[in-house]
Structures are given as C-alpha cells and as structure tokens.
C-alpha cells in the first residue's frame, strides 16, 4: 500500500495514458485506478497542462485535448497553479 495521501502526477504520465499506450499506458492506468480507489488524491500543475496540450494543439487534435480535460475531471485532479513560492519549495526538495 502506498503511504501517501496526495500524490503529484507528470506530465509523462497523462501522455503515456492518453496518447502513446503500451505498457507504459497501461501500468499508469493501474496505478490512477489504485489512487482514485484508494482514497489518494491526485494533483498536477497547470504546467502539466500546458505541456501535455502542446502537441495536439499543432496537431489540430482537439480531441485528445478533450479527452485529456476529461480525464482531469473523471479523476478529480486538482490543478495546482506554478507560483514563484511553489517553484522555490519544489526546488528545495528536488
């Protein structure tokens, strides 16, 4: 059991999940449903999101951008927004 109550999620992930599949896909998938089921919430930035939309964007993929929204909704992803203190704490720790 993993002993977190909060969990911060990369941009990787939502790409493995969403556009590139396999395994990779397909363990994330595992490891969202174990979280959400589990009590664990899930949070990203809204840097996340902005790197994750890049691509379909010069695409024209809107789809994969819906989907992507989605997904943060389905899943209750909390988008934590990249303020100058969070990105000075986040480099404390790294």
Not at 27 to 56: A, D, N, Q, R
Not at 66 to 94: C, M, R, Y
Request: net charge negative; aromatic share 12%.
């Amino acid at each position: 059991m993993i002993g977190f109550n909060k969990i911060f999620l990369d941009t990787s992930l939502f790409i493995y999940l969403l556009e590139t599949g396999g395994d990779y896909g397909e363990m994330v998938s595992i490891f969202m449903e174990y979280c959400t089921s589990h009590g664990i919430s899930l949070v990203t930035s809204t840097v996340t999101h902005t790197e994750f939309c890049v691509k379909p964007y010069r695409e024209g993929n809107r789809e994969t951008i819906t989907g992507f929204s989605d997904l943060l909704t389905e899943l209750k992803v909390h988008l934590q927004n990249i303020t100058l203190p969070v990105a000075d704490t986040a480099a404390e720790i790294w």
